[in-house]
């Protein structure tokens, strides 16, 4: 009975209260009432879940916009994202995004001591502010959490090129054993590759040596490597012919590797005792400091042809002018793509980007060599195809084709 | 006397390619070294003597001068360098005549950076532009320079919505506080023009991205000429205009010099130094001219 | 012959003195003048040494050429000591080196196998003996091993993978540059990035540009019929963008010469300001 | 045995790097740091080759007698300056007696090369004899003037002045004269080669002759070559660019595999 008496005076209360406020304007700061209508909902519907495919320390954060955002007042100019280790708090801001965003990916930093670092199996919490205009006018979101990260031990958005790895690799192994077995694979003629040999039987007439400049690779990059087995087989033709070689190199590494190369080539030739170690030297790894001293040597020694296959960056131009001055025969190769006009322009020949791997199988002289050729054949008429079909996705609009390719990180 | 070595050097040039012509019409190739003297003449000549050439601002530059010619004076505009010195020699002159422009229509100008770097081409501008031309002007009612900030795109993240947030000072460390040039200004959506120079990242695609379309503020942009072809596809939906390499400098200063008589008689290094680019340019286009005119004559003997 | 050398390289010392003399007398007024105009004398006949070698190779570029060949090698060689030597390698070797070297030590379980790089890289000097030359084998394959892996798959990735789907695209345009009709098409013939003109037929050209390309690049079939006409084709837009980007270099390069005239003329010479 | 214990580490390193790739855990990650680590340092012992193989040929050419060996002198005294300013650097006011020791330094190392150079057994002492009065002269000044002292330990000597001075004085200004030779370069290739020859050369001229005129102020229509200018490097380039990456892609790719399965051996040598 009591209770009901209680609960009606409550009511009434309520009820007289809320008359009340109709009717009695509030008399109270104009401003604060501003700002309270000006406050922007709240996100909703957040989710904290560990970033995929990482090493760990790291957080997706996803919310549904404020619905002033875009809408409503739409006064909310960016969101605020906090976090912290205990429900309690203190939480840190760590970072911002821009209204319309749903998401944050808090990527911490792995180092314990670093200010960024976010703990793995730890419990984490978040909580998002959607701030206006002016930032002391904010709505927070309720705390959000417990959340841990954790690394992987595989990386999901990898997959396709896990695919491609498969199939490429199996399709190199099935032309190499083809090519094992004898079989023949035809090679299209390709301009530079021909004119190797002219060009040192042309030295040799000339009495004049051939410079091989190995580019400013580094002995690990694929394109020096290349380079290797073109300058085995010139090193072998300039044995058999007794020419003289001058190979200045850039990179220490380089020099060791090119003199072994050079030398088991004198020793295929039959020529070991004509081998000297010093035709392939090192000059210094300075970009043009190496080139000055190379445009020394061809102006001084008049090689009566000049090779260049690997990697080069600005000097590809000095290089090429300076040997054409000297009037040598010149033959290029590299799949540095800024500098293929300048060695089209200035060389005899070119071999443009993916045939100065292709004339490095063809030169080795291998047939197996010539395998993985094939494969990257394969693969290309593969993305002719891909393109084609992702082509009618695309405007068809069929985007689970189109999403198929797209590598995650 | 300028005019003299300007006439001079012409006549070596024009003369001397008119020769060759004469010469490779007859079938002689023109020797490696001519075409070195001939290159260093047109290079060095500009410089001794100021060749400069008539530019017109293509529509892309008009864009941006165009907007801020017609903003009414007071207004707001923010500048930011965000690139070092090895950009300078193609940004600094832009840095130069923007700032110039937008203090000659009286409009408030706050300079600031997102570059380390930045900082001290932003004070040589300053010192340039502002001191000797608009000694009347007073720094935190006029201009202002907040200076550099780290935090790259995080900045544009805050400032978008609190600019003193983080820059609590300018960079003398008065607070913005008590500068009357922020009375009226709390974010970034409070400027009428942002013109973002630079050329890196965090450079102008980040201003467009994360302050030009959020707070829905106008964006000019002055990049070096390797980044501008990437930019052109924001233009014009997301950038008002774009000042590309040393050549959009020129075209904005050749703008300013017709519209502004004051700015005739200050320095113009983008049209200086598109002195020596142009000459080098059209002499390298008569040599192509002339090594294909004696190419066909050559081709033309073996015929018979 | 001789002789003439021997006047050429008097009058070039002759001038160099001039110059040095008349710098330090400009300079008198500030500290080490005397050293700042020497500096200011061998930049400009530095430069001016290179720049002879357009006439033809002469003593003084081959002065200038093997002082940059050594004073660069050793530059290398400082930086490398002191920024990897001690600046990695030390403080995670020993404590008692770092310590040496004043080096904060960084400390952790595994640094015993920073001596294997050492190791690795001694057996690289191995190559300077003939008997244990074969050693200088194993850090080469340690490289040239990791690198490979390295490659193989970022390469696949970024230059495979991703330029499949980067290559779909919409040949009617997207907005708001959709096709619209023909009468809408020609209308709008503008070639900056904002027409329509532009946005559909430069994705046609693209598409057909990177087929045609990669058919060029086709090595294991005859380029003849229509595969060959694609080829062709394809060689065509490569030569089209080679001399392309070889004209928008030329800006740049003239930059560069504008630098060291502008050396040349402002701090050496001082003819302009 | 000896040579396939290399190609089996090319192996185990090729396919831990690829698995690797697939494998963001923080365990896989920390090797791959320091591997790559690994290999800077194997670099720099390499440098050690590289400057034996610089003196040995300096030393060659000086023997040969060709012509310009006697530059070879230049390219050592060079590098060995540099070294020593690496490495040193001043403590009180003055330089004392630095550049008598570098000189000393710089005579002992000539004669260390005449003593290699030379052939006959009288010539042999006598320059033997020289280094090592030089070097001992150089060690003496080292002892006795305090004015500058060695840093071994730290490097002060990349803050030593001479250090600096040479290297904003000597190779910056060439570095950027050798790299402004590209201007006169350009334009004499371009004369030599842009000529219509075919069909592949035509286009190769027209196309830079379109981009570059962009900087013409005679020709009308300067708005309309610029914009196609632009649209050259925009549109065709990207297309060309794209077609390019995807083969030397797949170059890269399958030279890389050959490498890791052993059948490209080419760069290992022989023996």
């Given at each position: 009975m009591k209770h009901r008496f209680l609960i009606v005076g409550l009511l009434l209360l309520f009820g007289l209260s809320s008359v009340w406020a109709q009717t009695e304007p509030p008399v109270v700061d104009s401003m604060v009432v501003d700002s309270t209508e000006l406050f922007p909902a709240a996100v909703s519907d957040v989710q904290v879940v560990d970033k995929p495919n990482d090493h760990g320390h790291a957080v997706i954060v996803t919310w549904e916009t404020s619905a002033d955002d875009g809408g409503g007042k739409n006064n909310v100019l960016r969101y605020e994202i906090f976090y912290s280790t205990s429900f309690d708090g203190p939480f840190d801001s760590v970072g911002a995004v821009p209204a319309g965003t749903g998401e944050f990916r808090h990527i911490g930093s792995k180092?314990?001591?670093?200010?960024a670092f976010v703990p793995d199996y730890t419990d984490l919490f978040y909580q998002i502010d959607a701030v206006t205009a002016d930032p002391t006018i904010r709505t927070t979101s309720d705390v959000l959490g417990p959340v841990q990260c954790s690394g992987q031990?595989?990386?999901?958005?990898r997959i396709p090129v896990l695919v491609a790895v498969l199939i490429f690799g199996l399709l190199t192994a099935f032309f190499v054993l083809s090519a094992k077995r004898g079989k023949k694979l035809y090679v299209r003629p390709i301009g530079g590759i021909e004119a190797v040999d002219d060009a040192i039987g042309r030295a040799t007439e000339m009495g004049r040596p051939i410079l091989y400049v190995l580019g400013l690779g580094s002995a690990a990059d694929v394109a020096t490597i290349a380079s290797f087995t073109i300058l085995g087989r010139v090193a072998k033709r300039v044995a058999e012919y007794q020419t003289e070689l001058i190979v200045p190199t850039y990179d220490p590494i380089v020099m060791s590797v090119a003199q072994e190369v050079v030398k088991s080539s004198y020793f295929d030739a039959g020529r070991?005792?004509?081998?000297?170690?010093?035709?392939v030297h090192f000059v210094t790894q300075s970009q043009f400091a190496y080139v000055a001293a190379v445009n020394g040597i061809m102006l001084r020694e008049l090689p009566a042809t000049c090779v260049y296959m690997g990697k080069f960056f600005a000097e590809s131009l000095l290089l090429a002018e300076t040997g054409s001055l000297a009037g040598s025969i010149q033959i290029s190769g590299t799949d540095e793509i800024a500098q293929i006009p300048f060695f089209i322009v200035a060389c005899d020949y070119t071999l443009i980007g993916e045939e100065l791997y292709a004339a490095s199988a063809y030169l080795g002289r291998e047939p197996k060599l010539l395998g993985s050729l094939k494969a990257q054949d394969w693969a290309k008429a593969a993305f002719v195809a891909l393109a084609i079909v992702g082509l009618l996705a695309a405007n068809f609009e069929w985007f689970e084709f189109t999403t198929l390719f797209q590598v995650i990180d | 006397m300028a005019y003299l070595g300007v006439i001079i050097s012409m006549l070596v040039i024009f003369g001397g390619l008119a020769w060759l012509l004469f010469r490779s019409i007859k079938g002689r190739e023109v020797e490696r070294r001519v075409i070195f003297v001939f290159i260093f003449v047109a290079v060095a000549a500009p410089i001794l003597f100021p060749i400069t050439f008539e530019e017109h601002a293509s529509p892309v530059v008009k864009g941006l001068f165009d907007h801020i010619d017609t903003l009414p004076p007071g207004s707001r505009v923010l500048i930011s360098f965000d690139y070092d010195p090895a950009m300078a020699p193609e940004v600094q002159p832009m840095a130069n005549a923007i700032s110039f422009h937008c203090l000659d229509r009286g409009h408030k100008v706050v300079f600031m950076s997102l570059w380390a770097t930045g900082q001290t081409l932003l004070f040589n501008t300053l010192e340039d532009v502002i001191r000797p031309e608009f000694p009347d002007l007073i720094d935190g009612v006029d201009f202002i320079s907040t200076g550099y900030k780290a935090g790259n795109e995080g900045v544009l993240n805050v400032i978008v919505s609190d600019f003193k947030k983080m820059f609590p000072t300018d960079v003398n460390g008065v607070p913005l506080d008590s500068a009357v040039i922020f009375d009226e200004i709390n974010s970034c959506a409070d400027f009428d023009l942002i013109v973002a120079l630079g050329g890196g990242r965090p450079g102008p695609k980040e201003w467009v991205l994360f302050v030009g379309d959020p707070a829905d503020v106008p964006i000019g942009v002055g990049v070096a000429a390797v980044v501008a072809p990437q930019l052109y596809?924001?233009?014009?939906?997301?950038?008002?205009g774009m000042l590309g390499g040393v050549k959009g400098a020129a075209e904005y200063e050749s703008e300013l010099a017709h519209r502004h008589e004051r700015f005739k008689n200050m320095a113009q290094p983008g049209l200086k130094m598109m002195g020596p680019q142009t000459l080098a340019h059209i002499v390298i286009i008569c040599f192509i001219v002339i090594g294909n005119v004696a190419f066909f004559r050559s081709r033309r003997r073996e015929g018979r | 012959m001789r002789r003439t050398t021997y006047i050429v390289v008097a009058g070039v010392v002759l001038l160099f003195g001039l110059s040095w003399v008349l710098h330090a007398v400009s300079m008198?007024?500030?500290?080490d003048g005397i050293e700042r105009a020497f500096m200011i004398t061998m930049a400009a006949f530095l430069t001016l040494a290179i720049y002879s070698f357009l006439y033809k190779d002469n003593p003084f570029y081959k002065f200038a050429e093997h002082l940059y060949v050594g004073v660069s090698a050793a530059y290398w060689m400082c930086q490398a000591f002191w920024s990897t030597i001690v600046g990695n390698l030390f403080p995670r070797l020993s404590e008692g080196l770092s310590n040496y070297f004043q080096q904060p030590y960084q400390a952790s379980g595994w640094n015993i196998t920073y001596w294997i790089p050492v190791i690795l890289g001694i057996m690289l000097l191995m190559r300077l003996t003939e008997k244990y030359g074969w050693m200088s084998r194993w850090p080469l394959a340690m490289i040239v091993g990791t690198t490979a892996g390295l490659n193989f798959v970022r390469y696949l990735r970024s230059d495979f993978v991703v330029q499949v789907s980067s290559t779909f695209m919409p040949l009617l345009g997207e907005d708001p540059h959709r096709w619209q009709g023909f009468g809408a098409f020609i209308s709008n013939l503008d070639?900056?990035?904002?027409?329509q003109l532009a946005a559909i037929v430069s994705n046609w050209v693209i598409f057909f540009g990177v087929i045609c390309g990669i058919i060029y690049f086709y090595f294991s079939k005859e380029h003849s019929g229509a595969f060959g006409r694609a080829s062709r084709l394809g060689i065509w837009i490569l030569m089209i963008t080679f001399g392309a980007s070889f004209g928008y270099t030329v800006m740049g390069r003239i930059s560069l010469l504008v630098g060291r005239i502008t050396f040349l003329f402002r701090d050496w010479l001082e003819i302009i300001s | 045995m000896r040579r396939q214990i290399p190609f089996g580490l090319v192996f185990i390193f090729g396919i831990f790097m690829v698995f690797q790739f697939f494998v963001p855990h923080e365990k896989s990650e920390w090797v791959y740091e320091f591997l790559l680590d690994w290999i800077i340092v194997i670099g720099i012992f390499a440098l050690a080759l590289g400057i034996w193989s610089l003196f040995k040929v300096s030393v060659e050419k000086i023997k040969q007698g060709k012509e310009g060996g006697n530059y070879s002198y230049i390219t050592l005294v060079g590098l060995y300056m540099m070294v020593a300013f690496g490495f040193t650097q001043q403590t009180g006011e003055g330089w004392g007696l630095y550049f008598l020791w570098i000189m000393l330094c710089s005579a002992c190392i000539v004669s260390l090369m005449r003593l290699r150079a030379s052939t006959d057994s009288g010539k042999k002492r006598m320059w033997a004899l020289a280094s090592v009065g030089f070097l001992v002269a150089a060690v003496l000044v080292a002892i006795f003037d305090d004015a500058w002292a060695f840093f071994l330990y730290t490097p002060e000597g990349l803050e030593n002045s001479m250090f600096e001075i040479f290297f904003d004085h000597i190779m910056m200004p060439i570095l950027a004269t050798m790299f402004s030779l590209l201007a006169f370069y350009i334009a004499s290739a371009a004369y030599r080669a842009f000529r219509a020859r075919n069909v592949l050369a035509s286009l190769l001229l027209l196309a830079a002759l379109l981009v570059m005129s962009r900087f013409n102020p005679v020709i009308p229509g300067a708005e309309y070559v610029a914009n196609a200018s632009n649209w050259l490097m925009n549109v065709p380039n990207l297309a060309a660019q794209r077609a390019i990456v995807i083969g030397i892609g797949l170059g890269i790719v399958g030279t890389a595999l050959k490498i890791i399965l052993g059948i490209e051996r080419g760069y290992m040598g022989r023996g």
């Open positions: 180092e314990p001591l670093d200010s031990w595989f990386n999901t958005g070991p005792e004509d081998f000297k170690e010093d035709c | 596809p924001y233009y014009p939906r997301q950038i008002i | 008198s007024g500030e500290a070639l900056s990035a904002t027409g | -």
